[in-house]
């Protein structure tokens, strides 16, 4: 079976705005799919009050939230109690440094990587500064920005408390094989881990307990939703964290690791993403009994094959000029890369030819995208860095089309 993308992409009201535009900074944050928008409409159309009372707005708006809340814990595979709705995940890692990092102690050890973007990376490197706790970092390799369990190794130690990366990069777009690392991480060590999925969460909603993880978190602003993040902690480490809620509220697992105030609309609508993906669900496979989290493995399966193909046409002419730089994976052939591909321009800066790729209907940019740290070991300029092309599933084979003319003509 294959994914029925006419159906997709009827689910995207933005993508019928402008035939000639492609959009392919999707990285960056996606379209809202249309059961998005309804929840928001109807939430600000008839429960726009203060949640959680007892009268029936009230009681309507609490209702919605919590429907976002149980519907992404299933999702996920988890327990409600061990899911945050936060306002971004660059906030959920700055409190979760918080949570985590008040009782390191000098002699602890972390391990953080060069492949992620900032907020997986300096809240954990500040903290561990103001605690004297030794900072290891995890290094790529300089020329393809891959990471390997080999360089992993050497930095475990028996005082390694926690275990900082990501699940796919949002400039090298390669999967990296979190339970396979998580498990020799375990194995090796006593640390924890917490793993960054905002670049991969638009192409596949895992299952948690599967993966082993302490600590996930990805931001459904770019998995065709409102402007919200969501935070995975292990209920078994809820113990050994500090509470960031206000006293009265400390033990309550939904408050502990936010203390910002919820956003009440956007929080209703998260579940607009799980209508969605329930619509694609069906439309595909019909009826069923299965759990929302084995829905999505299905739902994965058709989406995978349709970004592989995707992907491979544009990696493909990009690895064979020589004037151009691919960064990560050049292939799909392993099903572990994503159709976020970023690559730097030998013969112009990577700012003129996204310019040249902007004027002829292409939606992409040049940058660091914040992994500045990455873009800099890699030898490329922070302020030029590469030009990212990133597709997601909604994305159909004439965009790729007009994407490969586009190239062809700005390279020359
Ligand atoms: C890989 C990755 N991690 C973290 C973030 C930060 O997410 P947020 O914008 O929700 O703070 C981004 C945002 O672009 C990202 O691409």
């Not at 928008?37 to 009050?49: A, D, F, G, K």
């Not at 899911?83 to 985590?100: C, D, E, F, K, R």
């Not at 903290?127 to 790529?140: D, F, H, P």
């Not at 990212?388 to 586009?406: G, T």
Request: net charge negative; charged share 20%; with cysteine.
């Amino acid at each position: 079976m294959k994914l029925d993308i006419d159906f997709v992409r009827a689910q995207f009201d933005q993508l019928n705005d402008d035939p000639d535009f492609v959009f392919a900074s999707n990285a960056g944050g996606s379209y809202v799919s249309n059961q998005v928008n309804r929840v928001m409409e109807h939430y600000n159309h008839h429960t726009r009050v203060q949640p959680y009372s007892r009268f029936t707005p009230s009681a309507q708006a609490g209702a919605a939230m919590d429907r976002a809340h149980s519907g992404w814990a299933q999702a996920l595979n988890i327990a409600q109690s061990e899911l945050t709705v936060g306002p971004s995940t660059s906030m959920n890692t700055y409190v979760m440094a918080q949570a985590i990092g008040d009782r390191w102690k000098p002699g602890d050890e972390i391990i953080v990587t060069n492949q992620d973007h900032e907020a997986n990376s300096g809240v954990w490197r500040r903290k561990a500064q103001e605690k004297g706790v030794t900072i290891r970092q995890w290094e790529v390799d300089p020329d393809s920005g891959l990471l390997s369990l080999d360089a992993l190794l050497p930095l475990l130690r028996d005082n390694t408390r926690w275990v900082f990366f990501t699940h796919c990069s949002n400039v090298v777009g390669t999967i990296n094989p979190v339970a396979e690392i998580t498990k020799t991480i375990k194995a090796g060590s006593n640390a924890r881990v917490f793993v960054d999925a905002v670049a991969y969460a638009p192409h596949h909603i895992f299952d948690l307990k599967a993966l082993g993880v302490d600590g996930y978190a990805f931001s459904l602003y770019k998995v065709f939703g409102p402007h919200q993040s969501l935070l995975y902690v292990n209920s078994a480490i809820h113990g050994e964290l500090t509470s960031q809620a206000h006293y009265f509220n400390s033990g309550n697992p939904a408050k502990d690791f936010n203390p910002a105030g919820p956003q009440h609309a956007q929080v209703a609508a998260c579940a607009g993403v799980l209508d969605y993906f329930d619509d694609l669900y069906q439309h595909h496979f019909g009826a069923t009994e299965k759990s929302r989290n084995a829905q999505l493995q299905d739902i994965h399966q058709l989406i995978l094959q349709h970004e592989n193909a995707l992907g491979a046409p544009i990696l493909d002419f990009l690895q064979h000029r020589g004037d151009v730089r691919l960064i990560g994976k050049v292939h799909t052939r392993d099903n572990d890369r994503a159709p976020t591909i970023a690559f730097k321009p030998l013969q112009q800066s990577s700012k003129a030819l996204a310019h040249k790729l902007q004027d002829a209907g292409i939606g992409t940019e040049n940058g660091n995208f914040y992994a500045h740290r990455l873009v800099g070991d890699l030898g490329i300029d922070t302020e030029d860095g590469v030009v990212r092309l990133s597709l997601v599933h909604y994305s159909n084979q004439h965009d790729v089309e007009r994407i490969l003319a586009a190239l062809d003509n700005a390279l020359g």
